[in-house]
């Protein structure tokens, strides 16, 4: 069974930086390689959003609040996913997940555990 591990998040001032790591674990390559990955994140009281999700065409697309400021990427090789997170700002606190998008755009896989941002002075 697939499992995804999100690691790298933290406490950081406005305008800080933290990089996101997430491992697809128990997930062979060939499975992973064809997969379009995204970000999603969930603050307190709120729904899940997806801030950052890979496209069919191989680019990536962001939500308006954080485009200019993160930057999603991944690592074939190691099966990795990775969200670069610039000039954090506070309403960035939030869990953050990762998962692959089916073709509908929805979730494929059972969510991990997240890694939680904090962003306060």
């Known amino acids: 069974q697939v499992q995804l591990v999100e690691s790298g998040g933290g406490l950081v001032e406005p305008g800080g930086s933290l990089r996101l790591t997430c491992t697809a674990s128990r997930m062979i390559t060939s499975v992973f390689n064809p997969n379009f990955w995204g970000w999603y994140r969930q603050a307190p009281g709120k729904e899940r959003e997806l801030v950052a999700a890979?496209?069919?065409?191989?680019?990536?697309n962001y939500v308006d609040s954080v485009k200019g400021r993160f930057t999603l990427s991944r690592d074939n090789s190691r099966k990795r996913v990775f969200l670069q997170m610039n000039n954090l700002k506070p309403e960035d606190t939030a869990v953050y997940y990762c998962?692959?998008?089916?073709?509908?755009?929805?979730?494929?896989?059972?969510w991990g555990q997240g890694t939680q941002v904090t962003v306060q002075g």
């Open positions: 890979e496209t069919v065409d191989k680019t990536q």
């Open positions: 998962n692959a998008l089916s073709t509908s755009r929805e979730p494929k896989y059972n």
